[in-house]
C-alpha cells in the first residue's frame, strides 16, 4: 500500500533537475544548459530499455521469483542492467561527445540530469502500475530513497565515463562506469528484495563515501591540454 505521504516523491527528480538546470545554466551559459535538459530528455527515453526488460522478463518467466538466482537475475539483469543501459545508451554516445562537456566533473553533472529524467518518469510509471510485475518493495521507502539512489549510480557512471573522454583508456572506464553502475543499482534492488535493511544501511552509507571521493576526484581533475 502505497501511503499518501509518499506521492510527494514524485516531485524530487523534476525539482532536483530544474535547480540544477537555473543554477548551473547561470554559470556555465545557455550551452550547457542546452546539454543539460538533452540529458534529461536522454533519462526519459531511457526508461523504455527498462519496461522492454520487464516485458520481456515476464513473457519469459523469469519473474517467478522463488529462488536466490531468480532473485539475483532479477535484481541485477531486469533492472539494474536495464536501467542502467538505458540511461547509459544516449548518455555515452550523444551527451558526452558534446564540446561543452570539456571537464570530468561535467561528465557527472549530465549523468545526474539523465538519472532524474529517468526518476521523473520510472517512479510515477512504478506508482501507477504501467510495468509488468511489481515485487514486494516496502513500496513507501523505495518512493523515497528512489531519486538519491540513483544520483549515486549517476555519479559513478558520470565519474567514469566523463574521465574517459579524457584519458587514453576510454574503453575501460566507459566500462566501469556502466557495470559499476550497474552492480550499484543492483545490490540496492537486492537489498529491498530481501528487505535486509542492515545491509541497505551498509550499502547507503558506503556508497555516500564512494561518492563523495569520486565527486571530489573529478572536481580537482583537469584535461591535459592537447
Given amino acids: 500500500m502505497i501511503r499518501p505521504l509518499a506521492y510527494y516523491t514524485l516531485a524530487f ?10 543554477y548551473l545554466g547561470r554559470k556555465y551559459g545557455k550551452a550547457f544548459q542546452k546539454a543539460m535538459l538533452q540529458s534529461f ?5 531511457g526508461v523504455s530499455v527498462l519496461a522492454a526488460a520487464k516485458l520481456l522478463s515476464t513473457l519469459l518467466g523469469l519473474n517467478d521469483l522463488r529462488s536466490m538466482k531468480r532473485l539475483l537475475f532479477y535484481s541485477f539483469i531486469t533492472i539494474g542492467f536495464a536501467s542502467e543501459l538505458g540511461k547509459f545508451i544516449l548518455y555515452r554516445y550523444y551527451i558526452i561527445p558534446k564540446k561543452v562537456i570539456d571537464k570530468p566533473i561535467h561528465g557527472i553533472t ?4 539523465t538519472a532524474m529524467g529517468f526518476c521523473a518518469i520510472a517512479l510515477p510509471g512504478f506508482f501507477l502500475n504501467l510495468f509488468p510485475t511489481q515485487p514486494s518493495y ?21 565519474f567514469f565515463v566523463g574521465m574517459a573522454k579524457f584519458i587514453k583508456t576510454y574503453f ?3 566500462i566501469t562506469g556502466l557495470f559499476g553502475a550497474v552492480f550499484f543499482h543492483g545490490l540496492f534492488i537486492f537489498t529491498l528484495m530481501t528487505q535486509d535493511f542492515k545491509l541497505l544501511t551498509l550499502f547507503t552509507f558506503g556508497s555516500t563515501i564512494i561518492v563523495f571521493i569520486l565527486g571530489i576526484k573529478a572536481a580537482l581533475t583537469e584535461p591535459e591540454p592537447d
Avoid: D, E, Q
Fill in 13 to 22: 527528480a523534476p525539482v532536483v533537475a530544474l535547480v540544477m538546470y537555473l
Fill in 41 to 45: 530528455l536522454a533519462g526519459i527515453l
Fill in 110 to 113: 549530465m549523468s545526474v540530469m
Fill in 138 to 158: 516496502p513500496v513507501t521507502l523505495y518512493a523515497f530513497i528512489f531519486v538519491p539512489a540513483n544520483i549515486i549510480f549517476a555519479v559513478v557512471m558520470g
Fill in 172 to 174: 575501460m572506464f566507459t
